[in-house]
């Protein structure tokens, strides 16, 4: 090899290294036996562990205060949900959980869930 395709080698690989870790790091939020929330289906039960929000719509929103307007809840520690409905290639999942005595229906981004275990 030439010393040019050397250096650019050189400059390359940390870069594509670190997008390696982060595309297997991306699969996180695995449960017991490698099931992971992202394909949790309708009628599920789930313990979500970790911060979670739940938002009126699935939407992404850039700017803080609209992503906060859009939050209905924002789940922190084991939390038990059951799936409703999945939505945008199992991005997106509609939750019914309890909080406070009363029922809650939200979406939850399933990228943004650290640990789940699936219940049933």
Known sequence: MTPNVLSTIR???PSLLVALLLLLGSTAARA???VSFRF????QGWLLQGPVDVLKWPFVY????ERARNT???LSGDTQVRVI??????RWKRVELQQDGRT???WVESYNVPE?????
């Open 104 to 106: 809650v229906l939200g």
């Open 32 to 34: 017991e036996g490698g």
């Open 62 to 65: 850039d700017r803080s205060r």
């Open 72 to 74: 209905l809840v924002r």
């Open 11 to 13: 400059r390359i690989a």
């Open 40 to 43: 949790a289906e309708e009628g």
């Open 116 to 120: 789940a275990m699936r219940l049933d």
């Open 85 to 90: 409905e999945t939505r945008s290639f199992q």
